[in-house]
């Protein structure tokens, strides 16, 4: 495919976007719109959708779980309390850990506060910017994936009072950067999931005050708006399903990237998040309090059954990666096999 140079609405986003990119942007498809969700393919992702999208504090690699923890980035093997400090991190950066850890070439990529992308080898070292923030408001990455040769991003800007966004993707050794959705008619995107060589996102226009979630092609093309699926800003793609979360009634439903084989998978009590472990053998889910229940930390079969209450606790997104469960909110837990019923889950950190 040629490369040309795109214009855009905004000339200081360009010419920021370009000077961090060595190569000119795609073009882009006009007149469409595009909110933001991506997908990671499923052969080589940097961690698995359900973490990242609840924040993304522990990925799962090469027999380790990588997590934070206390300030600290760490290291443990499944099954084992004790851990491996990475780096100290929060003692070396200017801006707070944020989550979106993913582990790709052998270095740990993550997110700070305001937005600038770091990694640092998985061994241990000092971290280095990878993808800078401009400022500590108007602009910086918002959610990142890293799928196959490319580490996808949706990149927040700000014109005045106006905040719009783009989807771009660029390789982990920094090379090959290219922008997919430039935000284009005051559009802000969210990423969610890239599958299977798919990005799905989630979008707004402005004009419009509608949001609405979409799907387009990872090496960027014209987006198809999924028509089969109520807007949702929770969307996960594990094992040929579309794990989403229903915003009328926050069940937890399934469906097939062609719009067949709608499941009901949990509805009551109704579920805030969840997060489908990468092997497509559990959903992990924080319950709503009801009136005369407790909010608990739950998980289930992706068939609906086997419903399991972990403990009257909230563990708001929380990440799941071996048998830790880690909450940049409500702290970092392990779970403590009980023969064959549900793990008890014991707190490690605050």
């Given at each position: 495919?040629?490369?040309?140079?795109t214009?855009?609405?905004?000339?200081?986003?360009?010419?920021?976007i370009?000077?961090?990119?060595?190569?000119?942007?795609?073009?882009?498809?006009?007149?469409?719109?595009?909110?933001?969700?991506?997908?990671?393919?499923?052969?080589?992702?940097?961690?698995t959708?359900?973490?990242?999208?609840?924040?993304?504090?522990?990925?799962?690699?090469?027999?380790?779980?990588?997590?934070?923890?206390?300030?600290?980035?760490?290291?443990?093997?499944?099954?084992?309390?004790?851990?491996?400090?990475?780096?100290?991190?929060?003692?070396?950066?200017?801006?707070?850990?944020?989550?979106?850890?993913?582990?790709a070439?052998?270095?740990?990529?993550?997110?700070?506060?305001?937005?600038?992308?770091?990694?640092?080898?998985?061994?241990?070292?000092?971290?280095k910017?990878?993808?800078?923030?401009?400022?500590?408001?108007?602009?910086?990455?918002?959610e990142?994936?890293?799928?196959?040769?490319?580490?996808?991003?949706?990149?927040?800007?700000?014109?005045?009072?106006?905040?719009?966004?783009?989807?771009?993707?660029?390789?982990?050794?920094g090379?090959?950067?290219?922008?997919?959705?430039?935000?284009?008619?005051?559009?802000?995107?969210?990423?969610?999931?890239?599958?299977?060589?798919?990005?799905?996102?989630?979008?707004?226009?402005?004009?419009?005050?509608?949001?609405?979630?979409?799907?387009?092609?990872?090496?960027?093309?014209?987006p198809?708006?999924?028509?089969?699926?109520?807007?949702?800003?929770?969307?996960?793609?594990?094992?040929?399903?579309?794990?989403?979360?229903?915003?009328?009634?926050?069940?937890?439903?399934?469906?097939?990237?062609?719009?067949?084989g709608?499941?009901?998978?949990?509805?009551?009590p109704?579920a805030?998040?969840?997060?489908?472990?990468?092997?497509?053998?559990?959903?992990?889910?924080?319950?709503?309090?009801?009136?005369?229940?407790?909010?608990?930390?739950?998980?289930?079969?992706p068939?609906?059954?086997?419903?399991?209450?972990?403990?009257?606790?909230?563990?708001y997104?929380?990440?799941?990666?071996?048998?830790?469960?880690?909450?940049?909110?409500?702290?970092?837990?392990?779970?403590i096999?009980?023969?064959?019923?549900?793990?008890?889950?014991?707190?490690?950190?605050?």
């Amino acid at each position: 495919m040629t490369r040309l140079i795109t214009k855009y609405s905004t000339a200081a986003t360009l010419t920021l976007i370009l000077s961090l990119f060595p190569v000119h942007a795609l073009p882009l498809p006009p007149g469409i719109a595009s909110p933001p969700l991506a997908y990671a393919a499923s052969a080589s992702r940097g961690n698995t959708p359900g973490n990242l999208q609840n924040g993304g504090a522990a990925a799962e690699a090469g027999g380790w779980v990588y997590f934070y923890e206390d300030g600290n980035l760490c290291k443990a093997r499944p099954g084992e309390s004790s851990q491996i400090l990475i780096p100290d991190i929060n003692s070396k950066l200017s801006d707070s850990f944020w989550g979106n850890i993913n582990i790709a070439d052998g270095q740990l990529f993550f997110k700070t506060l305001h937005g600038t992308i770091y990694k640092v080898p998985i061994e241990g070292g000092t971290p280095k910017e990878f993808f800078p923030a401009k400022t500590p408001f108007g602009m910086g990455t918002c959610e990142f994936i890293t799928s196959g040769d490319w580490l996808y991003f949706n990149y927040e800007t700000t014109t005045g009072m106006e905040r719009t966004s783009m989807i771009g993707r660029i390789h982990p050794d920094g090379t090959g950067g290219e922008i997919l959705r430039d935000g284009r008619g005051a559009e802000m995107y969210w990423l969610l999931d890239v599958c299977d060589d798919t990005i799905y996102y989630s979008g707004i226009r402005h004009e419009e005050n509608i949001f609405y979630n979409y799907r387009m092609p990872a090496s960027g093309g014209t987006p198809q708006r999924l028509e089969f699926i109520p807007y949702t800003p929770i969307l996960q793609v594990v094992d040929g399903w579309i794990y989403y979360r229903d915003s009328i009634d926050n069940s937890i439903k399934r469906i097939r990237p062609d719009g067949t084989g709608l499941t009901v998978i949990h509805s009551r009590p109704a579920a805030m998040s969840f997060n489908v472990t990468d092997d497509g053998e559990w959903i992990y889910f924080s319950s709503l309090a009801q009136a005369h229940e407790s909010a608990a930390y739950m998980r289930i079969k992706p068939d609906g059954s086997n419903l399991q209450s972990l403990g009257e606790i909230t563990m708001y997104h929380a990440s799941v990666a071996g048998d830790r469960i880690i909450s940049l909110i409500n702290g970092n837990m392990r779970m403590i096999p009980q023969g064959s019923g549900a793990p008890k889950l014991e707190k490690t950190s605050k």
